[in-house]
């Protein structure tokens, strides 16, 4: 199974509940055009259905080639229309070197693509120190900075 076929699958999966509305967002919008939020759908009659707001992330795996980072980028882009809204870079933190995933993620940045990185989950002060440099829209676990790192991302506002 493809990424493409995968993601296919999950939209189709998701259209087709029908216990809830199933709303996914559609990052060609424009901020005026943006989703209400509304939890219910009044269907009329008294009658009203819970309504769900799906965003997804695309995931580049720390296994991966640059060329399959960069197809994950681009599927990103392709379905922004059908939920996707950024892109994540997880996985083994020991596998993998940052060089490799870097192209896709200047690409994904180039784009207008949200990134959320996996950072500091084993101490790799090179890895770290490029990964704050980059400036992702969001960090995930940052649990093995020193204190220059520490300050680093506290001046940089990056939610984590």
Request: aromatic share 4%; net charge negative.
């Given at each position: ?6 993601m296919n699958a ?63 980028v681009n599927l ?5 229309d059908q939920g ?77």
């Open positions: 199974m493809t990424k493409r076929s995968y999950v939209v189709k999966g998701l259209k087709s509940v029908e216990d809830v509305d199933v709303v996914l967002f559609d990052s060609n919008l424009r901020n005026d055009e943006k989703l209400s939020c509304t939890p219910m759908t009044d269907l009329g009659d008294d009658t009203k259905r819970k309504r769900i707001y799906v965003r997804l992330l695309l995931s580049i795996d720390c296994r991966e080639t640059t060329s399959a980072a960069l197809d994950t990103a882009m392709e379905m922004k996707v809204i950024g892109i994540d870079l997880s996985g083994n933190p020991v596998v993998g070197e940052w060089e490799t995933y870097l192209p896709a993620l200047e690409h994904a940045k180039e784009l207008g693509i949200p990134t959320t990185i996996h950072c500091g989950e084993v101490p790799n002060r090179k890895e770290i120190q490029a990964m704050l440099d980059f400036c992702p829209q969001r960090l995930g676990h940052v649990c093995c900075l020193d204190d220059e790192e520490w300050k680093k991302l506290k001046s940089s506002m990056i939610p984590v």
